[in-house]
């Protein structure tokens, strides 16, 4: 038995780039048939700033998507707790799984400087780092040994993310890869996703399954 899930989710509830409210997203990834949903809203300034002045105010913001798309889900779906971070100036994105909502609290999150200085916080803390559309516009190459894996299927509809060179790219340098879709709202495109071998109970089980291969893609490009 296997367990499909979509791992790339933002919502309007927390995501200035979001276009969907958590209700619709569940609503919507059920008609389709999945069993769960890992919201990854995004942690950083650009996007996190609108929501509060202090660090406080902007992670209890960033928890409002993944609270809203459980309570809507309730007993019928399963929904993880994600984040998409970014280091300034720098474009490239990075999924992040692995973690409660109380580690959100413990230091600021909009304040890393590097992926470098993340991947050391990450090891410490059982964190898996997936870079997100690697080869979509304005990406930059990032040493592979920094990173968990790569996601080689991103359908986002609004841009060319050149899913075909990630998955080469991963297999180039032994990497991790995922799909996902990336939904902000209703692309047209095919949802990504993966089929797990277990049913995740949070995040932290969610980065055990990705980090030991129990899983397989629902959509991918060669």
Same mark, same amino acid.
Request: hydrophobic residues 35%; charged residues 30%.
């Given at each position: ?10 919502? +309007? ?23 769960? @949903?890992?919201?990854?809203?995004? $942690? ?22 993944? *609270? ?9 779906? *399963? ?7 970014? %280091? ?12 409660? +909502? ?32 690697? %080869?979509?516009?304005? $990406? ?5 040994? @920094? ?14 993310? *050149? ?7 991963? +297999? ?37 399954? @990705? ?12």
């Amino acid at each position: 038995m296997s367990f499909l899930f979509d791992i790339h989710i933002h919502t +309007e509830e927390s995501s200035k780039c979001g276009e969907t409210s958590a209700a619709k997203v569940v609503e919507r990834y059920k008609k389709l048939g999945y069993d769960g @949903l890992c919201i990854t809203d995004h $942690m950083n300034k650009p996007n996190s700033a609108v929501f509060g002045s202090t660090y406080a105010e902007k992670a209890e913001a960033f928890l409002r998507g993944w *609270r809203a798309a459980k309570e809507a889900a309730g007993d019928d779906m *399963r929904i993880i707790l994600g984040m998409e971070i970014r %280091f300034v100036p720098y474009d490239n994105d990075y999924l992040v799984y692995g973690f409660d +909502e109380g580690l959100i609290f413990t230091r600021d999150f909009t304040d890393f400087a590097s992926l470098k200085e993340f991947r050391q916080y990450a090891d410490e803390n059982g964190l898996i780092v997936i870079q997100a559309h690697p %080869f979509r516009k304005n $990406m930059i190459i990032v040493d592979p040994a @920094l990173l968990d894996g790569m996601e080689v299927y991103n359908g986002h509809g609004g841009h060319d993310s *050149r899913n075909d060179i990630a998955y080469r790219w991963a +297999e180039k340098y032994g990497l991790r890869k995922t799909s996902a879709s990336d939904f902000h709202y209703d692309t047209g495109m095919e949802p990504g996703g993966i089929y797990l071998e277990e049913m995740p109970s949070d995040s932290k089980d969610l980065a055990r399954l @990705l980090r030991e291969n129990k899983y397989t893609l629902k959509v991918f490009t060669k």
